[in-house]
């Protein structure tokens, strides 16, 4: 293989050499696809099965762009820089699921191609589904050396700070898609809110315990405002009461345990990274 085709390879860094880190990534990021191609061959999904592919592929699209939000952050607490040589590789594996997603919705409608058009502008989740794709669209063609040479490094940055949008939309389009039960994306939600509360960490504050363990109160806090409003302005259940629910362990831990265990999990990497390395090179 030649050394230029080797440096394009998901598994290898720019030298062309293989990296264990972009490998374990792209087999876990591809397992997904794997694992709906086998539930589609073999029969395993329900007598909805294009439904069913709908939504897992949705799901996983999402995670792993809120996934992929997570790796600055990350890479900000533990210092492990090696983590960058995956953001891109998460972010392009978002669009593939979302591409997916809309193509067998497309194969549901049938290729109906005028019904398709006139959904995605008159129904507003699809049409906010529509807006997060043509941004992801925007950001994986533009995701490579020549992106950053057309548009130059100030607007390049410009253009991927619409990562933070897109998310926003996805979690947004979940919402207004779900019908009664929003835990996952009232967890998504979260962990985005996480995601973002963190960079806000990180431009102000050290990266030690208690500023970023502060972030994940406040995140934590927020998911259980976003979830009791949801529930409230869409059911009639009281606010208090869903609030109150959080601290009723009977049946399940609630989103906002889920948000506060991951932040306080990342503050927690910061301890360990502080005493993992010396005096010096930490002034240094
Ligand atoms: C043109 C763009 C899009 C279209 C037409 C579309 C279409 C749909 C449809 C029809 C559903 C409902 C499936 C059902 O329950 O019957 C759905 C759900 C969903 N979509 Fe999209 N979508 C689009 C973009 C996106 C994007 C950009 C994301 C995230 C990055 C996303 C994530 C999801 C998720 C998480 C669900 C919920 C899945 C579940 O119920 O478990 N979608 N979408």
Known sequence: MSSTIA???????????LSWLKLAFFVGLAA?????FCEWRF???SPRPRTDLIRESGDWALRILVASLAVTPLRFVTKFNKLILVRRALGLAALFYTLGHVALWCVDENYEWATIFWEMMLRMFLTVGLVSTLMLVILGATSNDWGIKKLGAKNWNRVHAWTYAATGLGVLHYFMESKLDVTEAVVLGGLFMLAMAFRVARKWLQPRFFPLAGAAVVSALLTAGVEAFYYGASTRVSVSRVLWANLDFTYSIRPAWWVLAVGIA??????FRARAT???ARKR
Do not use: E, F, K, Q
């Open 278 to 280: 010396p005096n010096a």
């Open 266 to 271: 990342v503050a927690l990497l910061s301890i």
């Open 43 to 45: 029969d395993w999904l």
């Open 32 to 36: 997904p696809a794997v694992w709906m």
């Open 7 to 17: 440096a394009w390879m998901p598994w290898t860094d720019r030298a062309g050499r």
